[in-house]
Each structure stands twice: as C-alpha cells, then as structure tokens.
C-alpha cells in the first residue's frame, strides 16, 4: 500500500470515526429529551407486591423450579 492509500485511508476512517461521534451524540441527546428527568420505571412499582400472598407464591415457585434445574 503506497504512502497516498494509507494517507486516503487514514483519512476516511478519520471522517466515519466523526461522523459516528455525531450521529452518537444526537442520539444520547433524543434518548436524553425523550426520558427527560423521570425516575427509572422500576421506582414507580417497587413494593407493590409487598404482602401480596399470590406474589409470594409465584416466587416460590420460582426458586421450586430453578432448585429442580440444578
């Protein structure tokens, strides 16, 4: 590969490596306006199973079914 390819080269990764940061940084931008400052989704349902006997149950089926895999 002659010195000019390399050069040529260099070049055209420099300029997709740019525009990969460009497009990267608007999207972080969309994702940041869409999400805004709201909590994380988890936040709005931790303890909603709290003292829920069918939750309870469902776990324990849970770990039954994950012991009977080993």
């Avoid at 709201?38 to 003292?51: M, R």
């Amino acid at each position: 590969m002659t010195s000019k390819a390399i050069a040529e080269s260099s070049q055209n990764l420099e300029s997709r490596v740019t525009s990969l940061e460009t497009e990267l940084e608007q999207l972080k931008r969309i994702l940041s306006e869409s999400l805004g400052n709201k909590e994380p989704w988890w936040l709005n349902i931790v303890g909603s199973f709290e003292n829920d006997s069918s939750f309870d149950e469902a776990v324990r089926f849970g770990r039954e079914w994950r012991k009977s895999a080993e």
